[in-house]
């Protein structure tokens, strides 16, 4: 019985370590497409400018 909790226990922390992961990649994925955004519109703006 004792083995089959430690077993569980390491799915958990396995399954949450994996958890950690994908949320931490969706925020860096989010993070990259608002700093595109904010440079793609700063770029237009410098351009429009410059006409």
């Known amino acids: 019985m004792k083995h089959e909790n430690i077993k569980q226990t390491d799915i958990d922390e396995h399954i949450s370590k994996n958890y950690e ?4 990649e969706k925020e860096q994925k989010f993070v990259n497409l608002m ?3 904010i440079v793609s519109l ?6 429009e400018e410059g006409d």
């Open 21 to 24: 992961e994908i949320e931490q």
């Open 35 to 37: 700093i595109e955004i």
């Open 42 to 47: 700063t770029l237009k703006e410098l351009y």
